[in-house]
T-cell receptor, first 116, second 114 residues
C-alpha cells in the first residue's frame, strides 16, 4: 500500500457508542495530523503529532481522543459524540527534517462519520 | 484576518476553457505553496507544490506564485469534465514560526460542463 490509508471509510454511530478511526501512513513521514472537514466549511486542524508526541490540540472536545503509538499509525477514539460531529475526518502526514517542518502534507481518503 | 483567502465559487466553465483559480495569503513568511484537488467524498489530493515565487508547470496545470502581492494561482488548460472538483490552496513555512502548520483556503468548487 502507498500513501495514507484510513479505515473505516464510512461509519455510522449512535451518540452513546465508542468507535475508533484508524490511519496508517506508508510515506516514511514523522508527523501525523487529524483534520475535520464539515460541509461548506474549511479544513479544521484537530491534532498534530511529531515523532509520536502530541504537539497540537486545537481546542478539540474530550470526546475525541487521539492516539499515536508510532510514527506510522494514528487513531482517533470517539465516544459520546453529538450529531454536529458528523463530518469527514481526514488523516494526513508530513516530514519533519532537521527540526524544520515539512513543506507538503499528504491526506488519506478520509472517514465519513455520521452520528445518529 | 485569515491566513489564506479563497473564493468558494462555484465556478462553471465549458469543456476546453482555461480555468484560473486564485488565493491570497496574509503573511510574507510563507514560502511553500500547494494546490489540492478534492473530488466529492474523497480526501484532498496534492496536485502541485511550489517554493517561493515563479511558475511551475505539470501537464495541463500551471501553478504561479507572486510573493510581492501574496497571490497564488492555479491555471488549468483545456479543462475536462474530469477536472470538476473542489480545489484547495495551502501555504506553510518551514521555520520555527508556525511549525507544522499548514493553512488552507476554503476551496473553490469547479464544474466543467461537457
Amino acid at each position: 500500500e502507498t500513501g495514507v490509508t484510513q479505515t473505516p471509510r464510512h461509519l455510522v454511530m449512535g451518540m452513546t457508542n465508542k468507535k475508533s478511526l484508524k490511519c496508517e501512513q506508508h510515506l516514511g513521514h514523522n508527523a501525523m495530523y487529524w483534520y475535520k472537514q464539515s460541509a461548506k466549511k474549511p479544513l479544521e486542524l484537530m491534532f498534530v503529532y511529531n515523532f509520536k508526541e502530541q504537539t497540537e490540540n486545537n481546542s478539540v472536545p474530550s470526546r475525541f481522543s487521539p492516539e499515536c503509538p508510532n510514527s506510522s499509525h494514528l487513531f482517533l477514539h470517539l465516544h459520546t459524540l453529538q450529531p454536529e460531529d458528523s463530518a469527514l475526518y481526514l488523516c494526513a502526514s508530513s516530514q519533519v527534517f532537521r527540526g524544520k517542518a515539512g513543506n507538503t502534507i499528504y491526506f488519506g481518503e478520509g472517514s465519513w462519520l455520521t452520528v445518529v | 484576518q485569515k491566513e489564506v483567502e479563497q473564493d468558494p465559487g462555484p465556478l462553471s466553465v465549458p469543456e476546453g476553457a482555461i480555468v484560473s483559480l486564485n488565493c491570497t495569503y496574509s503573511n510574507s513568511a510563507f514560502q511553500y505553496f500547494m494546490w489540492y484537488r478534492q473530488y466529492s467524498r474523497k480526501g484532498p489530493e496534492l496536485l502541485m507544490y511550489t517554493y517561493s515565487s515563479g511558475n511551475k508547470e505539470d501537464g495541463r496545470f500551471t501553478a504561479q506564485v507572486d510573493k510581492s502581492s501574496k497571490y497564488i494561482s492555479l491555471f488549468i488548460r483545456d479543462s475536462q469534465p474530469s477536472d470538476s472538483a473542489t480545489y484547495l490552496c495551502a501555504v506553510t513555512s518551514r521555520g520555527e514560526y508556525n511549525f507544522n502548520k499548514f493553512y488552507f483556503g476554503s476551496g473553490t468548487k469547479l464544474n466543467v460542463k461537457p
